[in-house]
């Protein structure tokens, strides 16, 4: 029954292929998709003429040619940089840990660091400064943290007049799907900033304009689009080169992982963090690799394969101890839901080791009491999916006002 009600709900909304109607991947030679600061030094700067700049970025603002936007913005003659802010894992994107204020090297401009207890720009931070600017890669999942850093900003900004510009980037998982449900109203945090599905296939820009219409911020934003960008894109067809947004996020394929893998790492397993594939592996001394393999392979999931496999971590959870797990193989990302993954993984995991898996913390990144329960009380993935769907259906309609590519 449960079959016959998913495959009729899943059958309202078009595949990811037929949505495309192209074959996985781009011709080779395609132009390179342009960011915000490639487009904002073809034009001058003119955006930031004559303003007096705070550059909220990390070691992804970067141009086509591989120069950081913070020197871009220093060398300019007709705008002033004043001060740069970095997010979590700081200016550099090497720190796992407390990230404090620091020195940029390269312009001897400080650096503010808003990964702090209060997230946000301090007045005194924003003095001298009339425009704010935000420029990082995000790799397009709610739970992972540059999109919060980018709206506590915007609120701040709003707050003491300022402009707020953001220089948009891909989303590397690409701007058509979106899945999991929208986080339970009231319940913002740090990793559930707005009301928005885990996967939500929406630009830095495009999330900016939500933000601003939804939350009535009334914050002076511009946005400065990219050239060239399909929503239908991956990262791998954009022409660029990937910069590992975070530590821990090493390739485009562990992007499109974390949606799923990554909501169980507040739980007591290891998501590969300390190994060389940190999101394409899940294991603990207790797991039963094997058996969660054939799980999941039994599953029927679109577009990936497991496979069992021991591991030990060098650092983090289960750091120095041998694991039991599997490695994730995406054979075809186009019907690959990472979504569904995670919710079969959390729903397999429950049934096989029930005293073992500790899922008390696993309701900080899903940031949905409904589904949590329904996992704890051992209920199966396909129900928590046809669950998950009106979120889905509502939110693709709820996003269409904000959308600046197709």
């Known amino acids: 029954m449960w079959k016959t009600a998913l495959l009729l709900s899943l059958s309202l909304l078009p595949t990811q292929a037929s949505r495309r109607g192209q074959p996985v991947g781009e011709p080779i030679g395609q132009p390179v998709v342009e960011n915000g600061i490639d487009v904002l030094v073809e034009s001058g700067f003119e955006a930031l003429a004559g303003r007096r700049i705070g550059l909220i970025s990390n070691h992804t603002g970067v141009d086509q040619e591989g120069t950081s936007t913070a020197l871009l913005l220093h060398r300019a003659k007709n705008l002033t940089l004043v001060r740069l802010f970095s997010p979590e894992h ?28 209060t997230r946000a720009p301090s007045v005194q931070s924003l003095e001298g400064i009339d425009t704010l600017v935000f420029d990082i890669q995000d790799i397009g999942c709610r739970f992972y943290t540059y999109i919060s850093t980018m709206g506590e900003a915007m609120r701040v900004a709003a707050r003491h007049k300022l402009r707020f510009v953001v220089l948009d980037r891909p989303n590397p998982i690409d701007g058509v799907d ?7 109203v009231g319940r913002q945090s740090f990793v559930a ?19 601003d219409a939804e939350l009535g911020l009334h914050c002076d934003l511009q946005v400065i689009r990219m050239k060239g960008w399909k929503r239908t894109q991956y990262f791998d067809a954009t022409g660029q080169t ?7 996020m090493r390739s485009p394929v562990q992007a499109l992982l974390y949606p799923g893998v990554g909501l169980l790492e507040t739980t007591n397993v290891s998501v590969g963090r300390g190994t060389d594939t940190p999101f394409e592996l899940l294991g603990a001394p207790w797991m039963d690799g094997p058996a969660l393999a054939r799980a999941i392979n039994a599953s029927g999931l679109p577009g990936i394969r497991c496979i069992p496999i021991h591991f030990t971590p060098r650092s983090s959870k289960h750091k120095g101890k041998r694991c039991s797990g599997i490695r994730f193989w995406v054979i075809d990302r186009a019907r690959f839901d990472p979504i569904a993954l995670g919710m079969w993984l959390a729903c397999e995991m429950r049934r096989l080791h029930p005293k073992a898996w500790d899922l008390s913390r696993y309701d900080r990144l899903l940031v949905h009491k409904d589904l949590f329960d ?11 999916l046809a669950r998950i769907l009106p979120d889905v259906v509502a939110f693709r309609q709820r996003r269409q006002p904000f959308l600046l590519y197709r």
């Open 193 to 211: 900033w707005h009301g928005i599905p885990i996967r939500h296939g929406m630009t830095v820009g495009e999330l900016a304009r939500m933000f």
């Open 242 to 248: 990937w910069i590992d947004p975070s530590p821990n």
């Open 90 to 117: 700081g200016f550099e994107g090497k720190k796992d840990s407390k990230v404090g204020d620091a020195v940029h090297e390269a312009t001897g401009l400080p650096i503010v660091s808003l990964y702090t207890q």
């Open 178 to 184: 979106v899945g999991g449900p929208v986080r339970d």
């Open 374 to 384: 329904r996992i704890a009380a051992g209920a199966r993935a396909p129900d928590l």
